[in-house]
Each structure stands twice: as C-alpha cells, then as structure tokens.
T-cell receptor
Framework: GENVEQHPSTLSVQEGDSAVIKCTYS??????FPWYKQELGKRPQLIID?????GEKKDQRIAVTLNKTAKHFSLHITETQPEDSAVYFC???????????FGTGTSLTVIP | GAVVSQHPSWVICKSGTSVKIECRSL??????MFWYRQFPKQSLMLMAT?????????EQGVEKDKFLINHASLTLSTLTVTSAHPEDSSFYIC????????????FGPGTRLTVL
C-alpha cells in the first residue's frame, strides 16, 4: 500500500516568514494529493490539493508543488500569520479503494 | 459545500460496553465512507473503507469484529466499538466521498471517545 512520509514534525517561524512542509509517497500510481489543516479537537480542513497532471498550484498565500518523478510534494505558506498555527497533514490517494494515506503531520507555530 | 455530521461529538462509557458512532452526509450521496482514528498528537490512521451496501474493507491490524461498520444507505454509516476498553479511547473521524467532487473527501467533526 501507499506510504507517506512528512517532514518536519514541528516547525516554528516568525510572523511574515515562509513555511515549507515536505512529503514523499511511495506509490507511483497515486494521482491526488490534498493538504489539510487541523486545529486541536477539530476536523481536518482541506486547504489546497493538487492532481498529478500539474506541477504547481497556488491559492493566495498557499502553494503546493509536485514532483512526480521524485514522488514528493510540498506545501508552501508565505507571509505567515499567527492564525496559520495548526497541524498540517499531507495525504496521497491510494488504490484500489480510493482511500487517503496521511502523513504524520507537522505542527506549525507562527510566532507574532 | 458538502457537509458531513457525526454523532455523538463526545461519549464517555464504561469498559466492556459498546458504543455506536453515526456519520451522515447531509447534502450529498456518499458512495464511500472512511473511518479514521486519531490518537493525541498523532496522524489520522485509516481504519476501514465502506461502500454503500457492501462489507467494509479493514486496514491491516484493525479488528473487524471489534469495530463493526455498517453503511446501509448513501447518507449514513455507523461505527460500533464493541466491548470498548480504555485503549480504545481516541478521536474517531469519518469522511465521505461521493459525486460532489472527484477524489475529495469531506470530514465529519469527529467523536471523542473516552472509555473508563
């Protein structure tokens, strides 16, 4: 099955700086890669996703890049704000059941 | 957008009892529902995948006789934790996928289970 690794596990940045979180996956057949933000005790919220037919996608301060050859994808948050502080999970769509396999999570802290 | 609800939001039970958690898609038909378990400060671990009208597919290491999943309709799936023990205490989250958005899953708010 799919194996997703995520780094770093914790990340602290100053407000206004950029944050980058990286994930690798093992199944070359995976073709959908969402990123979720989860606040304590709440459900994961989709913040951005990318499909395997594109290499980059951007939505305001958030961007995701995908390298299919190397089987890794990254989340980029620019101009970070304290409200960006949360745990972020990457995921890859597995086969055959279309299930998500999640990374281990990154706890992001934005220091005011 | 697509809305998924879960009930109850939190439950406390005695060891040995069974607990049922409901997951509902409120405004779309969920052909597939997924059940996850999340321990504190850990990631979401997929427990099982259920398709409407068929038996659930369990991930390796998940006891199907302990975690009973029923997906009897396109809007409802239930997870029953049978003979719960303190080590089953966790945050259980469902998600649903259907014809709303290709590949995307919509998560429920989660159920916090505490077994005394």
């Amino acid at each position: 099955g799919e194996n997703v690794e995520q780094h770093p596990s914790t990340l602290s940045v100053q407000e206004g700086d950029s944050a980058v979180i990286k994930c690798t996956y093992s199944d070359s057949a995976s073709n959908y890669f969402p990123w979720y933000k989860q606040e304590l005790g709440k459900r994961p919220q989709l913040i951005i996703d990318i499909r395997s037919n594109v290499g980059e996608k951007k939505d305001q301060r958030i961007a995701v890049t995908l390298n299919k050859t190397a089987k890794h994808f990254s989340l980029h948050i620019t101009e970070t704000q304290p409200e960006d502080s949360a745990v972020y999970f990457c995921a890859a769509l597995g086969r055959p059941g279309n299930q998500f396999y999640f990374g281990t999570g990154t706890s992001l802290t934005v220091i005011p | 957008g697509a809305v998924v609800s879960q009930h109850p939001s939190w439950v406390i039970c005695k060891s040995g009892t069974s607990v049922k958690i409901e997951c509902r898609s409120l405004d779309f038909q969920a052909t597939t529902m997924f059940w996850y378990r999340q321990f504190p400060k850990q990631s979401l671990m997929l427990m099982a995948t259920s398709n409407e009208g068929s038996k659930a597919t369990y991930e390796q290491g998940v006891e199907k006789d302990k975690f009973l999943i029923n997906h009897a309709s396109l809007t409802l799936s239930t997870l029953t934790v049978t003979s719960a023990h303190p080590e089953d205490s966790s945050f259980y989250i469902c998600s649903a996928a259907g014809d709303v958005s290709y590949n995307e899953q919509f998560f429920g708010p989660g159920t916090r289970l505490t077994v005394l």
